[in-house]
T-cell receptor, first 110, second 113 residues
Framework: SQKIEQNSEALNIQEGKTATLTCNYTNYSPAYLQWYRQDPGRGPVFLLLIRENEKEKRKERLKVTFDTTLKQSLFHITASQPADSATYLCATNRDDKIIFGKGTRLHILP | DAGVIQSPRHEVTEMGQEVTLRCKPISGHNSLFWYRQTMMRGLELLIYFNNNVPIDDSGMPEDRFSAKMPNASFSTLKIQPSEPRDSAVYFC???????????FGPGTRLTVT
C-alpha cells in the first residue's frame, strides 16, 4: 500500500546542534513534499515545499532535501533553539489527495 | 488577515446528539479542507472542496458525517448522530489551489461522552 512515514519516536537535540527529521514514502512517486510545524493545541503551520525536480530548498535556518531514489525527504534545522521544539509533519500528494505523516516530536534541550 | 476561523473551539456533547463545526476560510482561497486528528491515526483528510464544490469525500468515515460549503466564505461539518469514537480535533484548512500550501485554523476539540 502507499504510505508516508515519519519516525514516531521523539527526537532530543542539544541546543545549537542541527536537528534532522526524516520522511519516507513507499509505493508511489509524489510530485512534491511539504513540511509543517505543529505546536500543542494549534493547527499545523506551513514551512517549506519541495518539488520532485528540486534536490534542496532553504529558508533561513531550515533546509529540506528530496531524494526520489531513496524515496525520502530530510528536514534540517541548523543552530537549533528551544523555540524550535514542536511536532513536525510532512505531507505529500497521493492520487490527487494530500496525505500527512503522523509527525515527529522534536525537543531542543537548552 | 485573520486567518482561517473555526468555531466552536471546544465542543462537549452526549452520544447521539448532532454536532456542527464551522469554518471561515481565508478570503480569496478557493480550496477548503476538513481534517480530523487523533493520536492513533494522525491527521486524516475527510473532505475537500474546490470553488465550493466537494471534490473528494472518500475520507468521510461514514454517512453520519456530512459537509457543506454554501459559499466561498463558509463551510460546515456535521456529525449526526455523534458517537464517542468521533472524539478528536477537527481542523479546517484553506489554500490557493489543491496542491499549494495550506493554512490551518485553530481546530475544534470535540468530546463525545
Amino acid at each position: 500500500s502507499q504510505k508516508i512515514e515519519q519516525n514516531s519516536e521523539a527526537l532530543n537535540i542539544q541546543e545549537g546542534k542541527t536537528a534532522t527529521l526524516t520522511c519516507n514514502y513507499t509505493n508511489y512517486s509524489p510530485a512534491y513534499l511539504q513540511w509543517y510545524r505543529q505546536d500543542p493545541g494549534r493547527g499545523p503551520v506551513f514551512l517549506l515545499l519541495i518539488r520532485e525536480n528540486e534536490k534542496e530548498k532553504r529558508k533561513e535556518r531550515l533546509k529540506v532535501t528530496f531524494d526520489t531514489t531513496l524515496k525520502q525527504s530530510l528536514f534540517h534545522i541548523t543552530a537549533s533553539q528551544p523555540a524550535d521544539s514542536a511536532t513536525y509533519l510532512c505531507a505529500t500528494n497521493r492520487d490527487d489527495k494530500i496525505i500527512f505523516g503522523k509527525g515527529t516530536r522534536l525537543h531542543i534541550l537548552p | 488577515d485573520a486567518g482561517v476561523i473555526q468555531s466552536p473551539r471546544h465542543e462537549v456533547t452526549e452520544m447521539g446528539q448532532e454536532v456542527t463545526l464551522r469554518c471561515k476560510p481565508i478570503s480569496g482561497h478557493n480550496s477548503l479542507f476538513w481534517y480530523r486528528q487523533t493520536m492513533m491515526r494522525g491527521l486524516e483528510l475527510l473532505i475537500y472542496f474546490n470553488n465550493n464544490v466537494p471534490i473528494d469525500d472518500s475520507g468521510m468515515p461514514e454517512d453520519r458525517f456530512s459537509a457543506k460549503m454554501p459559499n466561498a466564505s463558509f463551510s460546515t461539518l456535521k456529525i449526526q448522530p455523534s458517537e464517542p469514537r468521533d472524539s478528536a480535533v477537527y481542523f479546517c484548512a484553506s489554500s490557493l489551489g489543491r496542491n499549494r500550501e495550506q493554512y490551518f485554523g485553530p481546530g475544534t476539540r470535540l468530546t463525545v461522552t
